[in-house]
């Protein structure tokens, strides 16, 4: 029975979720598979902090210790921010290690260079956890690709945002009441900033950009706007009239062909797609040529369901390896 | 450059969209899979009948000229109906043919037959284009099997009934009227049975019981009820309470681990994700372990999506064929 082995760098709520479910789903994923999936080396800040019992793996604070060890197949990354990921993952590439991040900060800015570099060593990307969660919108752009044509991508991108438009509309809440409710609830980050002011969402957009067009617009010139300027009043108002505000992540092509992005909240009428979308989940509507307009709706975050998109990469990623090696 | 050699069973809607598809994006299937892929072959019913302006393919109301030609790698079928249809593909099959289908009736009843034989022949079978048209549902389900598991299915898989019970709440339409305006713009079959009766939504659940659950219902079991005995006033009725009826097809593992199914109208509110589905969109809900509730909406039917969907089987058996060919 052959074996991949696995490096995991970051064990916050995403890197122990891809563990749990590697652990969990270890005879599923043999027999469906043919192959095991052994986590040999966990990557974390600080090794004296109190964790899970976890049994017959390297934890480690240094990541030298990952890349030095030839065995490592793949590197799960779920570190948050540019840097050290970036080094990190661009090292592991060079290693022709497969790479499968959620680290959306870092593949905004970095995706494309990594991308390149990963076709050079023969390799491969993960990416799906980066955007929308669970959501599996990296996948299905992928497919749609082969033999249709993208024209536009909207959607709900930031969870976080969308609980607290929620909350400020179904319960009258402040919008920082609505802020502390989701920090407490654990769907915010202890600095909330790139959620409420857009910045999440637009990266996401930037990834959305890339695969679907093959580029993304210049930074600067979208417009980027978030949820913190909202008065609830407002949310109340449109909501007696059937509307609701959404927080929009929009990119298109133009009528010239060029690409157009922005990032705000929009009044939207009980039709609309995103109309019924409330709560911590995403939407994403892609329209493309052939298909007409798709939507897909489901957990922007959280441990399983980002766990689950790194775990589906994984399984892309075996199953090429599987054609390679055993033709059927 | 390599070719692909297809012939295309049937040339209705479907049939035609898959041709117009694969000619209008000849380019860019070369460039992006490396392939050409050249229709060979149509099978028609009537030869004598107008058609569009097609060259360089045979056309032929004689199987046995494709199961002939030595040179066809996959076969389209777009016949609608359990036989002849059924037999061709077992027939193709024996001939080591990929099939691609867009054939609901056959697929359900046949499907896992069809999937064991093609196993046995190493060959694949696409089916995305019989349930829920251009909606990726099919894939979609695929891709979480690999790491995660299915608990419930649930959707608007019936396009028709879907405009008919929009028609009718919307502009107080009495249900014939409804269904004929539904024929009139070529939504309906001119017997329209199946879909009003939720035949069709039964069969295109039971095409996904046994994706997701390896396994189907006894079909006597499952009950299922159709849209032909709603009066306008009810849904009127409803629509003042905020509620609405959807015609809703439903599988799951109930407590016991047993597959339980029904079809038939639901009353629901305006929280829930089909709330906002009108007119002749699909939609449906895949509740698994760790994602939780992914929703998917998006046409569900037309020549376009449709053909794209079978196109999108193509690409991936392409994508299948070239890992093999040429390892990375």
Chains 1, 2 share one sequence.
């Not at 999936?37 to 049994?55: A, F, P």
């Not at 593949?107 to 991308?115: C, D, N, R």
């Not at 109309?275 to 897909?296: H, K, M, P, Q, R």
């Amino acid at each position: 029975m052959p074996s991949i082995k696995a490096a995991i760098l970051g064990f916050g709520t995403v890197g122990e979720g891809v563990y749990r479910i590697l652990q969990e789903k270890r005879e599923e994923i043999k027999k469906s598979t043919g192959f095991t999936v052994e986590v040999v080396s966990i990557l974390v800040k600080d090794k004296t902090k109190k964790r899970m019992s976890i049994q017959d793996v390297q934890i480690t604070d240094d990541f030298r210790d990952i890349l030095n060890n030839p065995e490592i197949d793949v590197v799960f990354e779920a570190i948050v921010g540019d840097e050290p990921a970036y080094t990190y993952l661009s090292e592991a590439i060079e290693k022709s290690c497969h790479i499968i991040t959620a680290n959306k900060k870092m593949f905004a800015k970095h995706g494309p260079a990594l991308m390149k570099h990963a076709e050079f060593r023969s390799v491969q990307v993960g990416f799906e956890a980066t955007t929308a969660g669970g959501v599996p919108i990296i996948r299905t752009v992928t497919n749609l690709l082969a033999g249709d044509r993208v024209k536009r991508i909207q959607g709900i991108l930031n969870g976080t945002s969308n609980f607290i438009l929620t909350k400020m509309r179904e319960e009258g809440s402040s919008f920082s009441q609505a802020l502390a409710d989701a920090q407490q609830k654990g769907f915010a980050e202890a600095d909330p900033s790139d959620d409420v002011t857009g910045m999440d969402a637009f990266r996401k957009l930037m990834i959305l950009s890339s695969l679907a067009f093959g580029q993304q617009p210049d930074w600067e010139g979208v417009p980027v706007v978030g949820i913190d300027h909202l008065q609830t009043i407002d949310l109340i108002d449109a909501s007696k009239e059937n509307l609701r505000y959404r927080h929009v992540a929009d990119i298109w092509l133009d009528e010239r062909g060029k690409l157009q992005g922005t990032v705000g909240p929009v009044l939207i009428g009980e039709n609309h797609p995103l109309f019924s979308i409330d709560g911590v989940d995403n939407a994403i509507i892609v329209d493309t040529e052939y298909l007409g307009s798709l939507t897909l709706v489901g957990p922007g975050a959280g441990m399983y369901p980002t766990g689950s998109a790194m775990i589906a990469d994984l399984m892309h990623i075996i199953r090429r390896h599987e054609a390679v090696l055993i033709p059927n």
